[in-house]
T-cell receptor
Framework: AQTVTQSQPEMSVQEAETVTLSCTYD???????LFWYKQPPSRQMILVIR??????QNATENRFSVNFQKAAKSFSLKISDSQLGDAAMYFC??????????????FGQGTTLQVKP | GAVVSQHPSRVICKSGTSVKIECRSL??????MFWYRQFPKQSLMLMAT?????????EQGVEKDKFLINHASLTLSTLTVTSAHPEDSSFYIC???????????FGPGTRLTVL
């Protein structure tokens, strides 16, 4: 069965510093997507970044980047130049169905990120 | 863009009553929508897949008679919590996948409190 694991319930970072959030997953699929979502206090889920497993290059979106290690089934999120607005709960997610992407997302337990001024 | 709305944003009801939550895709058609449940400081748990024009499919452990889902049009799915009890109090979130986009767009959620 597919699982997603985030082993860091809480993390904190100083403003302008860099922080890495960890995520591991388990799947027997060879092609799939992986996502990081942000849930701020408003509780609106916001897509941060997406990685396609067949792409060797790590995805990057402005200050957000991933370290995707397919063999290790690891998908960590790096936030550079952290800002106060980055404070939120972050979820790693895997869509059931691999590359066919059924849309059914399996979420990790979440990591609450605190940004200190 | 791709916007998904939910109504109401929060609702308080008495135990034993039923509550309907609406999920709408405002600027795209969604043949499939999803309903999640989230307890405080916990992750989102997939409850069911809402299919336009057909029956919803429920995840293991989710009571289909308690959580009625209707997807009557390509832009609207409803979740009805029947005979609500305090343990049904939670945050309910819907999502929809825009055709051609490999990502889910989430509604803002509905906080249900059952007294």
């Amino acid at each position: 069965a597919q699982t997603v694991t985030q082993s860091q319930p809480e993390m904190s970072v100083q403003e302008a510093e860099t922080v890495t959030l960890s995520c591991t997953y388990d799947t027997s699929e060879s092609d799939y997507y992986l996502f990081w979502y942000k849930q701020p206090p408003s509780r609106q889920m916001i897509l941060v970044i997406r990685q396609e497993a067949y792409k060797q290059q790590n995805a990057t979106e402005n200050r957000f980047s991933v370290n995707f290690q397919k063999a290790a089934k690891s998908f960590s999120l790096k936030i550079s130049d952290s800002q106060l607005g980055d404070a939120a709960m972050y979820f790693c997610a895997y869509p059931l169905g691999g590359s066919s992407n059924t849309g059914k997302l399996i979420f990790g337990q979440g990591t609450t990120l605190q940004v200190k001024p | 863009g791709a916007v998904v709305s939910q109504h109401p944003s929060r609702v308080i009801c008495k135990s034993g009553t039923s509550v309907k939550i609406e999920c709408r895709s405002l600027d795209f058609q969604a043949t499939t929508m999803f309903w999640y449940r989230q307890f405080p400081k916990q992750s989102l748990m997939l409850m069911a897949t809402s299919n336009e024009g057909s029956k919803a499919t429920y995840e293991q452990g989710v009571e289909k008679d308690k959580f009625l889902i209707n997807h009557a049009s390509l832009t609207l799915s409803t979740l009805t919590v029947t005979s609500a009890h305090p343990e049904d109090s939670s945050f309910y979130i819907c999502s929809a996948q825009k055709p051609g986009r490999n990502e889910q767009f989430f509604g803002p959620g509905t906080r249900l409190t059952v007294l």
